[in-house]
């Protein structure tokens, strides 16, 4: 069984490795190792599977006939265990070891389970596999209410999933604002008061400190500001981490995630890895590495990952923070540093329809750097043009010189003082 690429995984990066694999070899044997059953599917769209907008089929992003013309051997409901990186070979949990010459780490994230007295005793909820969507969506048919515990992206997707099922809803965050990885304070106050205008209730800036199950099967919530929460069913969205199942430090060097540099290389010749499992350079410098649990992003270090397996030089000019999604009608993008650091300078776009919130991070050199949009789905299509300015290290001066004026409602701009922390 023995394969020259082996990759594990088969999402995002992997599937983007398979593509630049075959890009510039054709003949190399492909073995795509993945410990869920089946093809791949769209982790993205879950949530629209939870709420019943899109069926099974929908989900599939490839299909068994698509593995066979990329020449892939397709090896599913088989999880890796261990890899040996003398021996170039990884264990399989049935026993099997598969050889390799090339191999890609791309087992995405695993969800957080958060410090809550009582969570392994009832019964909650992920949504992060399709295993898991399958399982929400068949207790949510049954459930009246229901509790979220994070209110941060995949918190905010599968409360928006439950409550178009009509499910009365409450949303635990314990940060004071929702989104506050995607939003800044302003953004998030505006989101917040989106949410509860859709009947939810919000309690921020509190966590869930236990759970237990009453006598009628219903579980009851106990928060950290005392309030009690009686529901039919619990969603946990405390967070993701990289997915370290099959890799310790004596394969590769580990940070928070599977270190690399800039060819996707991890620190064990012949091991490369990619996607969220992955801890990459960020784009906007400082040598700092980030973890990103972004599509985007997987699908381009996949890119790199794979042709730089088939011996090309690619560099991966770093991970830029993304994010484009309409949530409880409201249309949230977020590129880069949106939140302002010491000496970055703030930029809102005025005018528009209704009272869309559009901000511009430029840093201390100038060069725009990050920036959110919240409002109608009409203005988010400029954030497409500001993501490519970031991408080019663009100034803002230019930026406002050629783009400002074709931004169909970008009317004034004003400069905000420079926010000192
Ligand atoms: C509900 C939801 C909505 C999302 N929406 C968005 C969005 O709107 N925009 C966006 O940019 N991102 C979104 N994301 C995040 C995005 O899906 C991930 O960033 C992306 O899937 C990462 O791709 P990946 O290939 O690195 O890992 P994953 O997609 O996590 O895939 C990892 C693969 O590795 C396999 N695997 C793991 N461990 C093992 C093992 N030990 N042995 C064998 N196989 C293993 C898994 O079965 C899986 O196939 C969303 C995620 C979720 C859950």
Redesign the pocket.
Known sequence: MDARYVL?????????AVDWIRKYDREGRILL????PGP?Y??????YYVAGEMTLEDLWIRTPRDYEEKGVELLDA????AVDPEARKIS??DGRSVGYEKLLL?????CVAPPVSGLSEVPVHY???LE??RGLKAAAEKARTGLVIGGG??GM??AEALRKLRIRLTIVEMAPQLLPQLLDEEGGKRFGEAVRDEGVTLELGTTVRTLARKPSGEIEAELGNGRKVVVDLVVVAAG?RP?L??VTPEVCEIGRGILVDEFLRTSRPGIFA?????EVVDFLGGGQRVL????????E??RIAGANMTGRQIAYDGSLG????ELFHVTLAQIGRFREGPGDDVKLLGGGRGDAYRKIVVDRDGVVVGAMYLGDAHGVAEMGVVHSWIRRRARWKDFERHHQPRFTYALTVRDVPEVRT
């Open positions: 594990v995984g088969n999402s995002a990066a992997s599937l983007a190792v993945n410990r869920e791949a769209s982790r993205v769209a879950l949530p088989a999880p890796v265990v399989l949990a791309a087992t995405g994230s695993e949504l992060w596999t898991d969507a992206f995949i997707l599968a993701v997915n199942s099959c990619a996607g969220d499992v992955a990103h649990a972004i599509w985007p992003s997987a699908v270090q996949g993304m994010n484009v999604v």
